[in-house]
């Protein structure tokens, strides 16, 4: 067992601010691409990228693994136990308020026919388990109001995790933690290519991307903080690092990319076991590069940082907005419609950041007296 001494003081990570940006620009690109056919998308090097988009969510659930774990530790190490009530609390001031702003949104302003659905109970059903969360674990409801938000339900669960077990979790090992959510992730997710093997693709994904079958991409994440906390030397920046990292995630992407199969992600139980762990590992070297990035707080890479901290809102918002859009102006396609998604998404997620999230943020903030000084993490 590890030590429980005390974490360093709170700090505020620069680099994972850009690679959440990253990640939401990849997730909009990717659902441009596959709502409007894009003939002409590009689909060598980077295109790669905008083809595998969706790759940006699994780069969130690694991002989402550090920072959480890293939050909830220091809130163990603040106020032991009693760290659930302003965890819970800020878990809720971050993520609810935009996410029932945007599904309202969708229900009365950009899809209506919801109104209209028969029986009423199928409406409720649809409503209410968007209200608890827990509408990603059901096909008919994963993701119904707007597409992007299962994630969101999936984050929320994973919260829950990490409130009950964040205790226990800061006594383990990186290595030995990092272990048993590989082998728990790939055992769960054998288990689902086999029963759903004469299933249609989308089930199987369904069921392949909750909790315990991403449980490796979160624990990946919640490893490096807890290394982090012992060993902070080894995920200080420095241009050695950055660049061991990001080589590692550029190698691991392009072997993912090799040994992807034309049959698709969804098609081939092997690669449902075998070939997340690569694009894991892949996703988590980038997260290791985002934090040993040297210049991540430099002034030039400023509008970079605006950009992550505007990330979940771009996430919530890009689909609503693509939907107006292709069904007010059908002929905007291709690069003008990516470029008007773009900004439409940012526009109102700068608004709603500086509106309502950031105020609900700092109002159920913890206490300052019982939150160790530094910047907060806006994740």
């Known amino acids: 067992?590890?030590?429980?001494?005390p974490a360093p003081r709170a700090r505020h990570f620069d680099g994972i601010d850009i690679l959440r940006g990253v990640a939401a620009l990849l997730v909009l690109a990717y659902h441009v691409k596959e709502i409007v056919p894009w003939a002409g998308s590009p689909r060598e090097g980077l295109g790669w990228f905008i083809q595998e988009g969706w790759l940006g969510v699994d780069i969130f659930l690694g991002i989402s693994g550090f920072v959480i774990a890293w939050t909830a530790f220091a809130g163990v190490d603040a106020e032991g136990t009693d760290f659930r009530r302003n965890f819970i609390r800020h878990r809720?001031?971050?993520?609810?308020?935009?996410?029932?702003?945007?599904?309202?949104?969708?229900?009365?302003?950009?899809?209506?026919?919801?109104?209209?659905?028969?029986?009423?109970?199928?409406?409720?059903?649809?409503l209410v388990s968007h209200a608890l969360?827990?509408?990603?674990?059901?096909?008919?409801?994963?993701g119904s109001i707007n597409g992007p938000s299962w994630s969101i339900g999936l984050e929320m669960q994973f919260y829950a995790v990490m409130c009950l077990l964040a205790p226990r979790l800061l006594k383990m090992r990186p290595a030995a933690l990092v272990l048993t959510c590989v082998l728990v992730a790939a055992a769960w997710r054998t288990g689902v290519a086999i029963a759903t093997e004469d299933m249609n693709g989308i089930v199987r994904f369904i069921y392949a991307t909750q909790l315990p079958g991403v449980i490796d991409q979160f624990g990946l994440g919640i490893g490096l903080a807890l290394l982090l906390r012992t060993r902070p030397g080894l995920l200080a920046p420095g241009w050695g690092r950055f660049a061991l990292a990001a080589g590692a995630a550029a190698a691991l992407f392009a072997l993912a990319a090799t040994l992807q199969m034309p049959t698709g992600y969804l098609n081939?139980?092997?690669?449902?076991?075998?070939?997340?762990?690569?694009?894991?590992?892949?996703?988590?070297?980038l997260l290791i590069a985002a934090l040993t990035l040297p210049i991540a707080s430099a002034a030039v890479l400023r509008p970079l940082r605006y950009l992550g901290e505007l990330s979940y809102g771009i996430y919530l918002w890009h689909m609503p907005v693509l939907l107006a859009l292709t069904r007010s102006i059908p002929e905007l396609q291709a690069e003008r419609?990516?470029?008007?998604?773009?900004?439409g998404a940012t526009a109102l997620a700068a608004a709603t950041w500086h509106l309502l999230e950031k105020p609900c943020i700092q109002k159920y903030r913890r206490p300052q007296s019982q939150a160790a000084p530094g910047k907060p993490q806006p994740d």
Do not use: E
């Open 268 to 285: 081939s139980p092997a690669q449902i076991v075998w070939w997340r762990p690569i694009l894991s590992l892949a996703c988590t070297s």
């Open 92 to 126: 809720l001031a971050r993520i609810v308020p935009l996410y029932l702003l945007t599904c309202l949104v969708v229900i009365f302003l950009i899809d209506a026919r919801w109104l209209l659905v028969q029986p009423v109970d199928k409406l409720w059903a649809h």
């Open 133 to 142: 969360f827990i509408h990603n674990l059901f096909p008919g409801t994963h």
């Open 337 to 343: 419609l990516l470029l008007a998604v773009l900004l």
């Open 1 to 5: 067992m590890q030590p429980t001494a």
